[in-house]
């Protein structure tokens, strides 16, 4: 019978897999005294003047709902906290929902705009999650494949596969700083895109969620240079240290985000109101906060991947979020999950392979969002094993 049933299920789901990312890490997080590089997690516990918010907000008995975009206060010190820092504007009262992470952004984002048959360009490699969304909502990924131009999108292939789809295509998925990679994109580079895409009525989903982890140059933000077509995403995970409270938000033109809020009720009602109070406090009185934390990522990185160049792993350098793509080196092979999973038993070093992520094969995704200690036993250990081997 439940065989039966199970037959009867969403056709879109026969074609949508789990993480490949949380299988990997279940599969060798068993293994004695292995060292995780592996989940996209700031190691840093939330600062603690938001968590006395948090608990505040418990004592003060604030265990009821909040409207269904989230608290004003909180819809407005966002709206802040984007003005302030990125130059992008937008009205608290309309243009922002508050959602149960920046996944919850995603999720109402394209749930709200896609119809069967649509097209989304979406560049590779990226954040994995986008492609079953886009895949469950009936439409298609378009991908663009920037391996074999650094990691880095080009106006020319943006622009030559906008118009290649231009009958299909609603919308563009852009990350930046971008996972997995940490490539970023300047204001130059931007203002290249967006006279591209302006060019065309399409949607373009920006998930900045680690704004405010650059390095080198402050971030610069669509929801400033393309706010009439921009759906803006963004949180306080990364910046704040924040991923298990679970607020994002999205911000973009008035109409859309009415549409987009829909969507997030129907699936949530509303994000939980102690952590919207933290997050409040968070970008109220700690705006700041991730900087303090950048300091310390911009000192893993240089470490890391000096490390890795030494053994012989080529990285880009990332200037952004809190990962490297290292490519694994030609002796190894091009299978990164045999080789991820050999350096996990044989080395006790875990590590993302890059065939978790589409064009992602020969690589590796190496977080450093974990103690210097941590690092420094992982490379130690990645050393002998490259020496050995
Ligand atoms: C690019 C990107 N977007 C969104 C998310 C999810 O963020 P949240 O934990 O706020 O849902 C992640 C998490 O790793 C990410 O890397």
Redesign the pocket.
Known sequence: MAKELASLMKNELANVEASAILQFDKDISQIPGIVKLTL??PDFNTPDHVKKAGEASIAADHSHYTQSPGLPALRQAIAAFLANKYRAHYDPETQIITT?????A?YASLTAILNPGDEVIVPIP??P?YLPIIKLNGATPVYIDTSVDNFVLTPEKLAATLAAHRDKVKAIVL?YPT?PTGVTYRRAELEAFVAILRQYDIFVIS?E??SELTYGAPHVSLGELLPDQTLL?N?V??SHAM?GW?I?YVAGPAAVIAKVGLVHQLTATAAATMAQEAALEALQAGPDDGLKMQVEYQSRRDYLVQQLNELGFTTAKPAG?FYVFARIPERFGHDSLAFAYRLAKEAQVAVIPGSAFPAGEGYLRISYAASMTKLETACQRLAAFVAAN
């Open positions: 996209g997690e149960i992470g920046a996944s919850g995603i990226t954040f999650q990350n996972n998930d969620i680690y995403i949180g995970s990364k991923t679970r994002g979020a």
